[in-house]
């Protein structure tokens, strides 16, 4: 079947004053049709450097992005039809809705800019989208200043809709509302893939979030995939130290064993040598320093890059739940 994305060896390096800032090393992935990717890694690996690519907003270094089985050019002229496959939500739904725009123009822009629809038609879209994502008709026209951070993201949210893409990606949507909020607009999440089939890139730095919600999960490191595979398989059989350290740092999943990641993300300017992440990694050994490990399987439904994945043990299952007496 056709993949709604694939991203092959991607790379984005961006010059800066102290040297090559290695971005986005070598990423392939694909989100198949209608299929949830939750791709995960603490702030500054690379996730929304990726998300740029896959949008537009950033032009690739290398490698390649196809949308829908299309090969994107990354030239302006590639605009509008990119629009209409893949559409992004970003954090700040503040900085991303226009503040002099009402809802109603909001959401209606993009079928004004693709030529959908008459007034009328457009007027009705637009209701029908707001319905879609919980909003009633009393906020037809109301500013972003007059509403509350999750109507505000909802907003954000049926106005990626509106041109009915085969992609949306969602970077790190939830982070910035309050708790109550942000299970909502995951439900709504969860809701929309149900009854639209659309395929969903969810990026975000917190492993249990994605969880419950995708499909498959993609762990990143340092501008490179660690370990991927089916959710389930990832979370509940991570192999690579770095997965176990995210993992280990959930509550409903701390058995005893915490793994704590000592220090600090290195720079992307000057990465180490061999496995990126050795310098944190309490396994690591001398081959680690002078041989990148490749993404392969190691006795799993899924991948990992580590030299040692099929010796380095899986984290103790979590305590059963108390059972009530
Ligand atoms: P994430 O979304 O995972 O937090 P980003 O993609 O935002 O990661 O950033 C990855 C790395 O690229 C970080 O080290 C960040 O400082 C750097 N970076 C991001 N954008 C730029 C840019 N425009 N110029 C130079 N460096 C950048
Ligand atoms: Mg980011």
């Known amino acids: 079947m056709q993949k709604a994305l694939e991203l092959d060896d991607l790379r984005v390096h961006y010059p800066t004053g102290g040297g090559l ?17 939750g791709l995960v890694g603490e702030s500054g690996c690379g996730k929304s450097t990726l998300a740029r690519c896959v949008v537009g907003l950033n ?4 490698g390649a992005v196809r949308l829908a089985g299309w090969e994107t050019s990354g030239g302006r002229g590639d605009r509008l039809t990119r629009a209409r496959v893949v559409q992004m939500i970003f954090q700040d739904p503040m900085g991303s809705l226009n503040p002099r725009l009402t809802t109603r123009q909001t959401i209606e822009l993009p079928l004004k800019v693709h030529g959908i629809g008459n007034r009328a038609e457009r007027l009705e879209k637009v209701l029908e989208l707001m319905k879609q994502v919980g909003l009633g008709p009393h906020l037809l026209d109301r500013y972003p200043h007059e509403l509350s951070g999750g109507q505000r993201q909802r907003v954000s949210i049926a106005r990626a809709l509106a041109l009915e893409p085969a992609l949306l990606i969602c970077d790190e949507i939830v982070s910035a509302l309050d708790v109550s909020v942000q299970a909502q607009v995951l439900n709504l999440l969860t809701d929309l893939q149900t009854r639209l089939g659309i395929a969903f890139l969810f990026i975000t730095h917190d492993l249990a979030v994605v969880r419950y919600l995708s499909d498959r999960i993609v762990v990143m490191y340092l501008g490179r995939i660690v370990e991927e595979g089916p959710a389930e398989s990832v979370w509940n059989h991570a192999r690579h130290p770095y997965t176990q350290a995210l993992v280990s740092s959930i509550p409903d999943r701390m058995a005893g064993t915490r793994l704590r990641l000592s220090g600090d993300l290195p720079s992307p300017i000057d990465p180490p040598s061999g496995c990126g992440f050795r310098t944190r990694c309490p396994h690591a050994r001398p081959i680690c320093a002078e041989q990148r490990p490749e993404l392969r399987g190691a006795g ?15 984290l103790a299952a979590p305590a059963p739940a108390a059972t009530a007496p």
């Not at 800032?21 to 990717?37: F, H, Y």
């Not at 799993?300 to 899986?314: G, K, S, W, Y």
Request: aromatic share 2%; glycine share 12%; proline share 8%.
């Open 300 to 314: 799993l439904p899924h991948l990992v890059a580590c030299h040692f994945a099929a010796e380095i043990p899986e």
């Open 21 to 37: 800032l290695k971005a986005v090393d070598g990423v392939s992935l694909s989100v198949g049709t209608g299929e949830t990717v």
């Open 59 to 62: 032009a690739p270094t290398g």
